[in-house]
């Protein structure tokens, strides 16, 4: 199975903020790599696709980089709906695993 | 816009089988992948598995001898089977339209529509 190890776990920033969550695979995914965001109760919401395509929808200051093991997702000025959990999750390979999530806390 | 909808027992008793429907409503069935994901209370996600409108299937490994999916195409949905489910089976289920990314032999793409989800509880 391929690893996705989110990094950090939590974070604490406030708003305005420019904010990095980085999520690393165990093997090179290519470009497979999504990002989700989830509020308490709610389900997942797809925020990018491919690593750098922003759903339709999604707000511009979301933003994702990166291929191989390595990515990122760029919140860069942080509202305060954006104080909630972020998954990433590859699709390359089967099982398709999602990191442990990193939840943005309000400073 | 597309809509997804599971529905099912909320309490099952172990050792039998999870059940679980969801309607797809606001768009066809045909020509996507579809997806079952589950989270325990408190934890992060575990993808199940993926079916083709036509019924071609793909699951997690730590599932697979006991999961079951299955598409009903005339009536707009697609099942869960679990079977010989334990307390470690208690999640809150989602259903998922499962978007392909080109054209490969195994589906790769995203969740982009997602059901509400439904909690699932295995005690006796």
């Known amino acids: 199975d391929i690893q996705m190890t989110q990094s950090p776990s939590s974070l604490s920033a406030s708003v305005g903020d420019r904010v990095t969550i980085t999520c690393r695979a165990s093997?090179?995914?290519?470009?497979?790599l999504n990002w989700y965001q989830q509020k308490p109760g709610k389900a997942p919401k797809l925020l990018i696709y491919?690593?750098?395509t922003l759903q339709s929808g999604v707000p511009s200051r979301f933003s994702g980089s990166g291929s191989g093991t390595d990515f990122t997702l760029t919140i860069s000025s942080l509202q305060p709906e954006d104080f909630i959990t972020y998954y990433c999750?590859?699709?390359?390979?089967?099982?398709?695993?999602f990191g442990q999530g990193t939840k943005v806390e309000i400073k | 816009q597309v809509q997804l909808q599971e529905s099912g027992p909320g309490l099952v008793k172990p050792s039998e089988t999870l059940s679980l429907t969801c309607t797809v409503s606001?768009?066809?069935?045909?020509?996507?992948?579809w997806s079952w994901i589950r989270q325990p209370p408190g934890k992060g996600l575990e993808w199940i598995g993926n079916?083709?409108?036509?019924?071609?299937?793909k699951y997690n490994p730590s599932l697979k001898s006991r999961v079951t999916i299955s598409v009903d195409t005339s009536k707009n949905l697609f099942s869960l089977r679990l079977s010989s489910v334990t307390a470690a089976d208690t999640a809150v289920y989602y259903c998922?339209?499962?978007?392909?990314?080109?054209?490969?032999?195994?589906?790769?793409?995203?969740?982009?529509?997602w059901g509400q989800g439904t909690l699932v509880t295995v005690s006796s």
């Open positions: 998922a339209r499962a978007t392909a990314t080109g054209y490969t032999l195994e589906w790769r793409g995203y969740f982009d529509y």
């Open positions: 606001g768009g066809s069935i045909n020509r996507y992948y």
């Open positions: 079916i083709y409108y036509l019924g071609s299937t």
């Open positions: 093997q090179s995914i290519s470009t497979y």
């Open positions: 491919a690593a750098s």
């Open positions: 999750q590859q699709s390359y390979s089967t099982p398709k695993t």
